[in-house]
């Protein structure tokens, strides 16, 4: 389970997310605070800013939406939408080698038989 709150940061034009247990969230080796911003523009000036600072970045674009079902006050469901693969196929992370398909078959055997 991938566990995080997000939030609107009062008086800037960001938010917040944080993730516990961002290996989970397959975020290993990367720093779990992710920091909104309004559009394209802000983008582009973030990317010439840290290319300034000399600090090694890499741009992606992709959409996510979550759904919350709400009852008393309390969250009792939540369904994510996401572009997994067209976010891994931008950080270079995919698509899958045939070598880690057939590596992995025998998981998805035992996940399918368990379910």
């Known amino acids: 389970m991938v566990r995080g709150v997000a939030y609107q940061i009062a008086g800037l034009d960001t938010g917040l997310a944080l ?3 961002p290996d989970v969230a397959g975020l290993s080796g990367v720093d779990p605070v992710i920091f909104a911003v309004a559009d394209r ?3 582009d000036a973030w990317s010439r800013h840290l290319d300034e600072l000399r600090i ?3 741009a992606f674009a992709t ?3 979550h759904w919350l079902r709400i009852a008393d ?3 009792i469901e939540h369904w994510a939408n996401r572009d997994d ?3 891994s196929m931008q950080l270079g992370w995919g698509p899958p080698s045939p070598v880690y398909i057939v590596r992995m078959a025998p998981a998805l055997r ?3 038989r368990s379910g």
């Open 63 to 65: 959409t996510q939406t």
């Open 73 to 75: 006050g309390k969250v």
């Open 19 to 21: 993730r516990e247990r």
């Open 85 to 87: 693969m067209g976010t």
């Open 41 to 43: 523009a802000a983008i």
């Open 110 to 112: 035992r996940a399918r």
């Open 56 to 58: 090694e970045h890499q």
